[in-house]
């Protein structure tokens, strides 16, 4: 009889649905209102839902399979676990919209410059002296055209932006009308205004948006990362900004998260920080457990093929 830790927060509904799937056949451990417990109780654990933490792994000796309520796995894909085999999956695009939209108001605010009105409004001032940017014809980048960079693309489109994005092969993919790998993009930075990072976190991406990479970018072109902080490499992003080759920042994750209250990135000027928040507002919250469900379906039938968002752990996603 399989068990599952229940890592993630569930419902009773959800919970009774779970034992509904496969009478008498799951067994179910909470350890959703004590996360420490995990260590302790989840030994018999052959699935987890949720997080499974660098202390813990040594404890879940039965674990085959572990379902991440959240898109970035990178945090799972350690030697110890890939070496045993763990299957892993995650909810790929359950906050999609939420990532797009957040991105896209970053993009328009620094377009129509609103820091200028905010910096106008405190010091009393009427005319802001504001410098606007039109966003139709201008030149969006996104690298990482996975579900919130094909939704963001298509925003982008609609309001007359130019889409170049970055895939893991350079395959065509529409609306971007023109797209690259990671590898080739560096010779077409040259006309990019608005810099979007969806990168994974992985070996090959740690750092890929360095001082080269930002000297290449348009004078005056934006950066926002919404990805993972790693990615990108603070310092040489810090002076670029100083030297005034970029014209802001917008970061919604840091390297180290969050950044210790002495971080420049604080105090910067042309740095604004979200705090990573660009989730926030999906109304849908079930996607993470109905894919679960689905997932179980076959994982419990034996058709491990048929399971969905199932990370490559070569590309950590």
């Known amino acids: 009889?399989?068990?599952?830790?229940?890592?993630?927060?569930?419902?009773?509904?959800?919970?009774?649905?779970?034992?509904?799937?496969?009478?008498?056949?799951?067994?179910?451990?909470?350890?959703?209102a004590d996360r420490e417990s995990l260590a302790a109780r989840g030994a018999a654990a052959e699935i987890v839902y949720g997080n499974v933490r660098a202390h813990e792994r040594a404890a879940l000796t039965n674990l085959k399979w572990i379902h991440a309520t959240w898109t970035g796995v990178e945090n799972l894909l350690h030697p110890e676990l890939l070496e045993r085999g763990i299957l892993v999956t995650n909810t790929r695009g359950q906050v999609s919209v939420a990532m797009a939209e957040h991105a896209l108001a970053c993009i328009l605010y620094a377009a129509r410059d609103l820091d200028a009105f905010r910096r106008a409004k405190a010091e009393r001032r009427w005319k802001a002296g504001s410098q606007p940017r039109l966003l139709e014809g201008s030149r969006a980048l996104?690298?990482?055209?996975?579900?919130?960079?094909?939704?963001?693309?298509?925003?982008?489109?609609?309001?007359?932006?130019?889409?170049?994005?970055?895939?893991?092969?350079?395959?065509?993919?529409?609306?971007?009308?023109?797209?690259?790998?990671?590898?080739a993009v560096r010779e077409q930075l040259g006309d990019v205004?608005?810099?979007?990072?969806?990168?994974?976190?992985?070996?090959?991406?740690?750092?890929?948006?360095?001082?080269?990479?930002?000297?290449?970018?348009?004078?005056?072109?934006?950066?926002?990362?919404?990805?993972?902080?790693?990615v990108l490499d603070e310092a040489a992003l810090l002076r670029q900004l100083d030297a005034g080759h970029l014209s802001a920042a917008i970061l919604d994750v840091t390297d180290p998260e969050p950044p210790p209250p002495d971080s420049p990135l604080f105090a910067h000027p042309k740095v604004l920080l979200t705090g990573h928040e660009s989730p926030r507002g999906q109304p849908?919250?079930?996607?993470?457990?109905?894919?679960?469900?689905?997932?179980?379906?076959?994982?419990?039938?034996?058709?491990?093929?048929?399971?969905?968002?199932?990370?490559?752990?070569?590309k950590g996603y």
Request: glycine share 8%.
């Open 142 to 183: 996104i690298l990482g055209l996975g579900s919130i960079g094909a939704v963001l693309a298509g925003k982008l489109a609609a309001l007359g932006v130019r889409v170049r994005g970055v895939n893991s092969d350079g395959r065509s993919a529409p609306p971007c009308d023109e797209t690259c790998t990671l590898d």
């Open 1 to 32: 009889m399989p068990a599952i830790a229940l890592v993630s927060k569930t419902s009773p509904e959800q919970r009774a649905a779970l034992h509904a799937l496969a009478p008498g056949r799951l067994e179910l451990i909470d350890c959703s």
């Open 284 to 314: 849908d919250r079930t996607l993470a457990f109905e894919l679960f469900v689905h997932n179980l379906r076959c994982y419990l039938a034996g058709e491990i093929s048929g399971m969905q968002s199932r990370v490559d752990p070569a």
């Open 193 to 230: 205004d608005w810099l979007v990072c969806l990168l994974p976190a992985t070996a090959q991406t740690r750092k890929a948006l360095d001082e080269a990479f930002f000297r290449a970018l348009k004078p005056g072109a934006l950066v926002l990362n919404l990805s993972r902080g790693a």
